[in-house]
Structure formats: structure tokens, C-alpha cells
């Protein structure tokens, strides 16, 4: 049986090392300070017995923040700081480390990292991915770069859902002077034809591209927008958004949909939460807008439609209706043993995935924390014995001992027997 993985932050994960390493003392300052200088009335009345250890904000603007002890005074228990001065004054009740000279914070988060990286895929975390879309135009799908192996491909059947517009007729309410709006049956995701806008130099930042006037409409109990779109030019999260709105020509939307990032010529499939969806009680016009210049594009829009998260019922695929390019990073499906629906439908993705590096002190592990912790001291331990040092023997000895018990908190990880492995 597994343990339960109780995810822990880089500061947890790096106090822990610490701790364990011997290196570390965590402290509260009992008074205000200055950009370059704390007061802590719990150190010691020793001058200098401080000096040179390193100091680590991690409360407030100072927060993530890493100087040396240039000088400590027993009398007044303030330490100086060497360096540039920090962003804010170190103010009373602001939590602090302070590292021994001879491991650097710096080193310790390296050293987490590199326990991360140093995963064996069997050991990965799991992975629930529902960004892909299956349509009746394909049956290649590019497989999300974080996936490393897939265990089960499941297709979401008979959930709640709603249509906002369809796209299979031109919009016609509002098309700005700089778009020409057409209804293309070519390309398309679903029904007879998508929304064809093509964008000339000429549009501004701001503007809205097009807005088509629908039946009202209460949404008030879904939870997302779900819709295709695809662009000629490749886009950042927000330079085009999905407008709702209760007045004509999207005049003053309630829900203001920012669209993720685009590649350029590719069909997308977008899953985005309302925002507001207790005020969007009587709908009657949706929009797309502009608001970065991207230059002259063209944008296909396709089977915008509302849903209720959790409403979905998950039918899993045959093992044999899909497989793996490994070459292509892609996911084949063989439509002739989905289950009948499963053509168009969202997609789940069961498995496991690359481990989360941790690149900020808030950033949550996904992976055993004991591991990361018995690991990354191993390696700080086999840093500090060097060919030089009179202690190598000993440190390496220490080293062996943590790797073993990293091993031991990993092996107790469940590990799935039914993996395709997608790298």
C-alpha cells in the first residue's frame, strides 16, 4: 500500500533540508530594523557569533531574498547585511533563515531540483489531462508536453450542455470595417460550416472583430465556455476574447473571455470558466475582440456551446482503439472502437507526467517530499565531500545513507504495471 502524498512547499522542503542537514535556524525579528540591518531579540548576546552565515527572507517584499551577516551586536541583537539593501525594511514579526556558511540556499533549492529531475518515470506523478478534443475531421492528437505515459484514454459522454452559437451561419450583427466574415463549410470542427474571419492590417487593438445576436438565453447555471478556434498567426493568452453579453453587439459584456495562446494554423479546442456566470441570466449576443494588434490573420471560430463541470459521464476506450507515436508525440484513435459518440467529445488523459520543478518558495511538490528531502541531502552532502576535505569518507558514508532512504520513501510509491510510455 502507498503512502498519502501530502504535497509540500520549496520552503517546507527546503527547512526540512536544512533541519536535517544541521545548517539551518529559523527566526521571527522582535523589532523594526532597516532595509539592511534586523533585530531579533532571541539570538544570542554574542557579537559576531552570526557573521558570515547567510540570511533568508521569507515573509513579505523580502521574501525569497538572500544576503550574508556582515556584522551582528550581542547588546543591541542586530545583525548588518552585506550587499545591496533589501527591497523593504525588515520589520518587526518578519520571519527569517539563517543558513550555516557552508550551504547556501541557493544550493539547497538546486539540489531539490535536482531530486525532481532524477525521478524514475515509474515513480511520476499522475496525470489527469482533459486539454484534447477528439472531432470527426481527425484522429491524431498532440499529446500535452508534460505526459510522459499513459495508462487509460476515457471520452466525456452525456454531460449538461447548452449551445451559444454554432458558427454554421455567418455572423451578421456587428463585423468591423477591417474584417471580411464569411461562413466556411470547409473548414470546420462540427455542424455544416465554422465562422470565418479574415482580418486585415488595418484593425486595431481593442476593436471587436464580430458579434452575432442569439435567442435570450439564461446560462446562469453552467460553469464554462467551451468552443474551437483556430488562427493563421500564432497568439499570446488574451490578444483575442470571447464576449457574452445581455446587450446588442457586445456593448458591455458580462463575461470577457480571455482565449490561451494560439499556434499558429491549428485548430484549438478552449475549455475557459465564467467568470460572472450568476449574472448571465439573458444572453443575447456573443463577440470575439481584438485586443492586441496581431496584423492581417485569419480566425476560424466553430461550436461554441456552455457546460456543467462534473455533469460528464467518462466511457474509457478500448486499449485497442488507441496508441501511441512516440516519434510524433501524438495520440491515434481508431473511431471504429470509440464508444458511439466518442468521435466528438472531450478527451481525459489518465497517466503520469513529469514531475513539477520548483522554481518559487511557494510551489507545491507532486511528487513524495520525503524523497525529495532524503535525496537533495544526499547531494548536498556529496558537494561537500570534496577529494580535499579530511571528513570526504564520513560525508559520502552520510550521503549513502539518505540515498537509501530516499529509495525506501519512493519505493513505497504505488506504481501503475499498465503504463504506454510516451518518451
Given at each position: 500500500m502507498s503512502d498519502v502524498l501530502i504535497a509540500q512547499s520549496r520552503t517546507e522542503l527546503r527547512q526540512s533540508i536544512g533541519w536535517q542537514y544541521g545548517g539551518l535556524e529559523t527566526h521571527t525579528a522582535t523589532?523594526?530594523?532597516?532595509?539592511?540591518?534586523?533585530?531579533?531579540?532571541?539570538?544570542?548576546?554574542?557579537?559576531?557569533?552570526?557573521?558570515?552565515?547567510?540570511?533568508?527572507?521569507?515573509?513579505?517584499?523580502?521574501?525569497?531574498?538572500?544576503?550574508?551577516?556582515?556584522?551582528?551586536?550581542?547588546?543591541?541583537?542586530?545583525?548588518?547585511?552585506?550587499?545591496?539593501?533589501?527591497?523593504?525594511?525588515?520589520?518587526?514579526?518578519?520571519?527569517?533563515?539563517?543558513?550555516?556558511?557552508?550551504?547556501?540556499?541557493?544550493?539547497?533549492?538546486?539540489?531539490?531540483?535536482?531530486?525532481?529531475?532524477?525521478?524514475?518515470?515509474?515513480?511520476?506523478?499522475?496525470?489527469?489531462?482533459?486539454?484534447?478534443?477528439?472531432?470527426?475531421?481527425?484522429?491524431?492528437?498532440?499529446?500535452?508536453?508534460?505526459?510522459?505515459?499513459?495508462?487509460?484514454?476515457?471520452?466525456?459522454?452525456?454531460?449538461?450542455?447548452?449551445?451559444?452559437?454554432?458558427?454554421?451561419?455567418?455572423?451578421?450583427?456587428?463585423?468591423?470595417?477591417?474584417?471580411?466574415?464569411?461562413?466556411?463549410?470547409?473548414?470546420?470542427?462540427?455542424?455544416?460550416?465554422?465562422?470565418?474571419?479574415?482580418?486585415?492590417?488595418?484593425?486595431?487593438?481593442?476593436?471587436?472583430?464580430?458579434?452575432?445576436?442569439?435567442?435570450?438565453?439564461?446560462?446562469?447555471?453552467?460553469?464554462?465556455?467551451?468552443?474551437?478556434?483556430?488562427?493563421?498567426?500564432?497568439?499570446?493568452?488574451?490578444?483575442?476574447?470571447?464576449?457574452?453579453?445581455?446587450?446588442?453587439?457586445?456593448?458591455?459584456p458580462l463575461e470577457t473571455l480571455s482565449v490561451p495562446a494560439l499556434t499558429a494554423d491549428t485548430w484549438t479546442w478552449v475549455r475557459v470558466a465564467l467568470d460572472n456566470p450568476e449574472l448571465d441570466t439573458a444572453i443575447i449576443s456573443v463577440g470575439l475582440k481584438h485586443t492586441v494588434d496581431i496584423g492581417a490573420a485569419t480566425i476560424y471560430l466553430d461550436g461554441i456551446e456552455t457546460t456543467v463541470d462534473g455533469s460528464e459521464d467518462w466511457i474509457p476506450i478500448h486499449r485497442n482503439g488507441w496508441k501511441i507515436d512516440r516519434d510524433g508525440r501524438q495520440l491515434i484513435l481508431n473511431y471504429n472502437l470509440m464508444p458511439s459518440g466518442g468521435d466528438y467529445a472531450l478527451v481525459k488523459l489518465i497517466g503520469v507526467k513529469k514531475p513539477t520543478e520548483l522554481t518559487t518558495d511557494s510551489t507545491q511538490c507532486d511528487i513524495e517530499p520525503e524523497y525529495i528531502v532524503h535525496k537533495a541531502t544526499a547531494i548536498l552532502m556529496r558537494a561537500r565531500g570534496d577529494r580535499r576535505d579530511a571528513n570526504r569518507d564520513a560525508a559520502f558514508l552520510e550521503a549513502d545513507r539518505y540515498e537509501a532512504l530516499a529509495l525506501d520513501a519512493l519505493s513505497r510509491q504505488q506504481i501503475s504495471g499498465s503504463v504506454r510510455w510516451v518518451d
Open positions: 523589532a523594526t530594523g532597516s532595509t539592511s540591518t534586523f533585530v531579533d531579540a532571541e539570538l544570542d548576546n554574542t557579537d559576531d557569533y552570526i557573521n558570515g552565515r547567510y540570511w533568508y527572507g521569507t515573509s513579505g517584499t523580502n521574501s525569497g531574498s538572500q544576503r550574508f551577516v556582515n556584522d551582528y551586536v550581542g547588546s543591541t541583537t542586530t545583525g548588518t547585511l552585506r550587499g545591496d539593501v533589501l527591497g523593504a525594511t525588515v520589520a518587526d514579526g518578519d520571519t527569517y533563515e539563517l543558513w550555516d556558511r557552508d550551504i547556501n540556499p541557493r544550493r539547497v533549492h538546486d539540489a531539490i531540483n535536482r531530486a525532481v529531475r532524477s525521478i524514475p518515470r515509474k515513480a511520476s506523478p499522475p496525470l489527469r489531462d482533459i486539454s484534447l478534443h477528439t472531432s470527426t475531421h481527425t484522429n491524431t492528437l498532440a499529446i500535452p508536453t508534460n505526459t510522459v505515459g499513459l495508462t487509460s484514454v476515457e471520452v466525456r459522454l452525456n454531460n449538461t450542455r447548452r449551445t451559444i452559437e454554432n458558427c454554421d451561419s455567418v455572423w451578421t450583427e456587428l463585423v468591423d470595417g477591417d474584417v471580411t466574415a464569411t461562413a466556411d463549410t470547409e473548414m470546420k470542427r462540427q455542424g455544416s460550416a465554422s465562422n470565418k474571419f479574415v482580418l486585415a492590417a488595418g484593425i486595431d487593438a481593442g476593436d471587436i472583430i464580430a458579434t452575432n445576436s442569439i435567442e435570450s438565453t439564461d446560462f446562469s447555471k453552467f460553469t464554462h465556455v467551451e468552443f474551437f478556434i483556430y488562427s493563421t498567426v500564432a497568439t499570446s493568452a488574451g490578444d483575442i476574447q470571447l464576449l457574452l453579453d445581455n446587450t446588442a453587439q457586445c456593448a458591455s
